[in-house]
């Protein structure tokens, strides 16, 4: 599995970023969106349970769309 970004640095980013969450996965809720607070580990847990991937397929989603913001 990947790493994933620290906390404090995907909340920095998370609010910017919640519309661009809701287009990768429509299934998720602009609630359950914004109670993610940028952390990592809560979205893995969101994107396997709607989505009914394995925890390895959800955070590697995840590493995916986190690893687009950095520049």
């Known amino acids: 599995m990947t790493d994933l970004p620290s906390l404090d640095e995907a909340r920095g980013l998370w ?14 809720t602009d609630d359950e969106l914004l109670g993610v607070n940028g952390h990592p580990e809560k979205l893995v847990g969101l994107i396997q349970e709607r989505y009914e991937l394995s925890r390895a397929e959800a ?11 950095k520049v």
């Not at 609010?15 to 998720?28: E, I, T, Y």
């Open 15 to 28: 609010k910017q970023q919640v519309g661009a969450a809701k287009v990768a996965w429509a299934r998720l």
């Open 59 to 69: 955070a590697l989603q995840a590493q995916e769309f986190f690893s687009a913001w």
